[in-house]
Each structure stands twice: as C-alpha cells, then as structure tokens.
C-alpha cells in the first residue's frame, strides 16, 4: 500500500464520519450496538522469516526477509473490521488483514538457495512477500452489561502467505514462488468496557496452533483500543495491533517455513447502529 493510497482511504474515512456526524440521537452504549463498521490504517513493523526447500526436498536457506532481501520494515495497510449483533448476546465478527511488499536489493552473501534455484552475491534480487488473512468469527458474550461486555469466540482464519524472488539481468534470468495458504481455527476473547457516555475500550486476542494436511501453523491476532465517540454513530479509536503468523508446510511439492510477525499502531473511524 502506498502512501497515496492511505492518504485516499483515510480521506474517504472522514468524508464519511463528517457526513454521518450530523446524525443526533441518543447515546446508546456500544455494548448494544447492532451493527459496527471500523475503518482506517495500521502503521505495522513487520520481521519476516522464511525458508523454500526445493521440490526435491533439498532445504533453502533460511532468510531475514529485511535484512537479507530488502524488505521494508515498516508499512502503512488498511484496517477493516465488522460486526453484527444478533439477540443480546451472539455476535459475528469479520476483519482482513493484508500486508503486501515488493522490494529489491542486490545480495551481499551467497548462494542462497530459494525453492529451485540458486542466487548468487552480487545478483539484484526482486522480492515480493505477502500475508493475507481473512477471518469470521463468532462470539458469545456470558458477561453482558451496559458498562461491560466480555465474550468468549471461535473462528475460522483463511491465511494465504506466498513470496517469489526474481533476477533479471542481461545474462541472468530467475524466477521462483512459493504459496502456503490454508483455513485456520482460533479461539479468543473478546471484552469492552465503557468508561462514560464518550470514551470506551476495547481489547481483543484470537490464537491457535493447529496441523492441518502437513501444514503446522500457528496464528495470534491481539488488538487493544481506545475509542472516543464524536457523535451517537460515530467514533474515532486509536490502539495497538498485533498480526502473528507462523506456517510449516511439509507438503511434498511445497515444503518451507514462513513466519510473518507483524506490529503496530492504528488509527481508524467506526459507524455504529
């Protein structure tokens, strides 16, 4: 994500609370909110760790993807999270988070081996790496008031991580990918506590290690946040994000290790009914 494009997103975020801000009414608490919507960016620090072994199961080299490939170490990337309220005390929750880079920088030790081929010291490496995950949720809240909400979830999280090295030089040209993806079950908590009639926060935390089809993965969604209520729809939050992904795959054609441990803070608007 570019830094136009979060200049963009943020733009149409406070075009859209400005025009719902002029909507009066009472100030519910957000414990009984039927429906939330969040917006807006996550500053994230990613550390990138990550091995292809080739199709004839001969190990890769183990990589920083920051350090040995160029990636950078800090984004901007959009935040999205829904929820809707059905009865007092069942929620479904749905978020995305994508982080997508592509970057370059010539080696300074080799070889270095990446699935099926070889780079040398010297190459220019392209190197493009990205983690996708899209999660649905259900929570049960066995604490519901209107000062306090705390909820117990399960879910189920999509994670699709692939990265790809290319070398395009007059005598040289490489190219190799490697995707892992696979639906991952978690378990969490969630809570919220109101404060006063404008400030409430909330923290959430989703985590589970799993093996599924020769894929040992591991994934820690955690999220703190402090909300401040513009208007009865309308809120700003400001927190703290953290993404853990942590992939095995032991396939026969697709062997590796990935591991996407990514932080930060984040800024958002949310609409609320």
């Known amino acids: 994500m570019t830094r136009s494009d979060g200049s963009l997103l943020f733009a149409l975020i406070l075009a859209l609370a400005g025009t719902l801000a002029h909507a009066d009414g009472d100030y519910l608490s957000p414990t009984d909110d039927r429906f939330r919507l969040s917006l807006g960016i996550i500053r994230v620090t990613p550390s990138t760790s990550l091995r292809v072994d080739s199709a004839a199961g001969l190990a890769g080299t183990d990589l920083n993807g920051e350090s040995d490939l160029g990636l950078d170490s800090s984004d901007l990337e959009p935040k999205f999270q829904a929820t809707v309220r059905a009865g007092e005390r069942n929620r479904l929750m749905f978020d995305y988070f994508g982080l997508d880079r592509n970057d370059a920088k010539t080696l300074a030790q080799g070889p270095v081996y990446f699935g099926n081929v070889v780079l040398q010291a010297g190459y220019p490496v392209q190197t493009d ?145």
């Open 129 to 273: 790496a990205s983690l996708r995950i899209f999660g649905i949720a259900y929570a049960y809240s066995f604490w519901h008031s209107e000062t306090l909400e705390l909820a117990a979830t399960v879910g189920v999280h999509v994670t699709q991580i692939s990265a790809s090295v290319r070398v395009q030089t007059a005598s040289t040209n490489i190219y190799d990918a490697e995707n892992v993806a696979g639906p991952f079950p978690t378990v969490g908590l969630d809570g919220t506590w109101v404060a006063s009639k404008r400030f409430y926060f909330e923290a959430r935390g989703q985590y589970l290690n799993v093996t599924i089809d020769h894929i040992d993965g591991s994934l820690g969604l955690f999220e703190f946040d402090a909300l401040y209520r513009f208007r009865p729809h309308v809120s700003f939050g400001v927190g703290y994000n953290s993404v853990r992904a942590h992939l095995n795959s032991r396939q026969s054609s697709d062997t590796g290790l990935f591991t996407f441990d990514n932080a930060g803070p984040e800024a958002f608007v949310r609409v609320a009914f």
